[in-house]
């Protein structure tokens, strides 16, 4: 199993509890950056999101800026109404339409991991309710990388997980409790995290 430069993560409905049990189980060590796009509202930008996540892993957790380093073992979380893309090392926001009626859009996250880093990404879709994910989940297992699914028996909404695996039926399918641990196995601590 070949080492990752970056983890992106998608989650919506219950996605808070599901990105908790993921990071929790990420090592302080954890050799790649990790870049999330969680559906919140758009009034959501006063870094609650960002705090509760920080106070339960043992990464740096922040949200977003602009031109921003990928830096491993730091967490990146999309911040509200922006889509986060990621760049060659860097990550970008952008204020584009939504897509799927999301910003950030997971599909967006996705795709533009799966150009930067092609190979050497994994993408891990969680919990929600509509099929925001499973075309940029795709085009990440299209280029060679890492495609991972949350259960949908462990989701607590399994529509999201679902059309992923539609999208993509040979990603792994991982109990919850069980996709930090696989994370932590694909990301050797010290390697680069540019592509």
């Known amino acids: 199993m070949s080492s990752v430069a970056l983890v992106a993560i998608g989650a919506s409905w219950g996605g808070l509890h599901a990105i908790e049990v993921v990071l929790g189980a990420l090592p302080e060590d954890f050799g790649a950056p990790v870049v999330i796009a969680q559906h919140r509202q758009v009034d959501s930008s006063d870094g609650m999101l960002v705090r509760l996540l920080d106070a339960r892993c043992a990464l740096t957790v922040c949200e977003a800026e602009d031109k921003q380093t990928l830096d491993r073992g730091v967490v990146v979380v999309a911040p509200?109404?922006?889509h986060l893309l990621v760049e060659s090392g860097t990550v970008?926001?952008?204020v584009d339409a939504p897509l799927n009626f999301s910003r950030p859009s997971i599909d967006v996250l996705f795709n533009s991991a799966a150009?930067?880093?092609?190979?050497?990404?994994?993408?891990?879709v969680l919990t929600g309710a509509?099929?925001?994910g499973a075309l940029g989940l795709a085009q990440i297992a299209d280029r060679g990388g890492t495609a991972i699914v949350?259960?949908?028996?462990?989701a607590e909404r399994r529509e999201m997980p679902d059309a992923a695996l539609s999208a993509t039926p040979t990603a792994r399918v991982l109990a919850?409790?069980?996709i930090g641990p696989a994370l932590a196995q694909l990301s050797t601590p010290g390697i680069r995290s540019r592509p």
């Open 80 to 82: 509200p109404d922006y």
């Open 92 to 94: 970008a926001l952008s």
């Open 115 to 124: 150009d930067a880093y092609g190979a050497r990404v994994a993408g891990v």
């Open 130 to 132: 509509n099929s925001d």
């Open 150 to 154: 949350q259960d949908p028996e462990t």
């Open 176 to 178: 919850l409790a069980e």
